[in-house]
């Protein structure tokens, strides 16, 4: 699969190379050219950005758990790039509760809901909504829930979704710079915090994905971990 997604843009700027040195071009054609020789050097850039993250997160030790950081800090990192990507194009809501503090690595949480939040506005189309909601479950555990209007995903996916290159619609990824391994690194982020990532879908409805942090991971301001209270 790696070698496939990595090959695929490098022969295609090969290609281009190759006609950019043979052929003689008019000024229309080289910008043409230089334009889709930077979309798919993006496109390799993201592939190991992300490939680099997921090796990473498989050679390192799992985040300590009394490393505390405010989630209201990822959070203002989180809509920043939300709105970036949206450019106004959706209703947008973000909850990220009352002084919630999180114990992790920031750099992989904030990872994780960016990826989260970043697939529910590139795959929503225009005029829908993203709910990002904090909620504090009666067994202490903490839910990070990102919700959008978008068009949903078949029941037949959702339990393939975190696999590496696991794409509903191939194309339609690709076209919004999508490398295929964003929710296998919210998964794996999730699992060394000792959490899990939920999916809900219903076609045509819309999308739910939760990031589930255990107990001992989470604290409301000042008191103690939840799970020693
Ligand atoms: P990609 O880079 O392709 O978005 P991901 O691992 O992030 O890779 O997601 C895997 C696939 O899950 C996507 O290709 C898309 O088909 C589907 N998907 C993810 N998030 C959503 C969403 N919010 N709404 C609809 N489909 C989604």
Redesign the pocket.
């Known amino acids: 699969n790696v070698s496939h997604e990595i090959r695929t843009p490098l022969t295609v700027v090969a290609g281009f190379v190759e006609t950019m040195s043979n052929l003689p071009l008019s000024e229309v054609e080289r910008k043409r050219v230089l334009a889709l020789m930077s979309q798919q050097t993006q496109r390799m850039q993201s592939l190991v950005g992300d490939l680099l993250t997921l090796a990473r997160l498989e050679g390192s030790p799992r985040p300590a758990v009394d490393a505390w950081l405010p989630l209201a800090r990822l959070g203002a990192s989180v809509e920043m790039d939300a709105h970036g990507l949206s450019a106004g194009r959706h209703r947008t809501g973000f909850d990220w509760g009352d002084d919630v503090q999180l114990a992790g690595s920031e750099a992989e949480l904030l990872s994780a809901i960016t990826?989260l939040v970043a697939?529910?506005i590139?795959?929503?189309p225009e005029g829908g909504q993203v709910q990002v909601s904090w909620r504090q479950r009666v067994d202490g555990a903490g839910e990070i829930e990102v919700r959008?209007t978008?068009?949903?995903?078949a029941a037949e996916?959702l339990p393939r979704?975190?696999e590496r290159f696991?794409?509903?619609?191939?194309s339609?990824?690709r076209d919004?710079g999508?490398?295929?391994?964003?929710?296998?690194i919210v998964k794996h982020v999730a699992q060394r915090h000792g959490g899990e990532l939920r999916i809900e879908?219903t076609v045509g409805q819309?999308?739910r994905?939760t990031l589930v942090l255990p107990a001992n991971r989470i604290k409301l301001s000042e008191q103690t971990p939840s799970v020693a209270a």
Do not use: K
Not at 150 to 153: C, E, H, K, M, V
Not at 178 to 184: I, N, Q, R
């Open positions: 990826n697939n529910a590139r795959y929503t959008d978008g068009p949903g995903i996916h979704l975190t696991y794409r509903v619609d191939g339609r990824s919004t999508g490398t295929g391994l964003g929710l296998a879908s819309g999308s994905f």
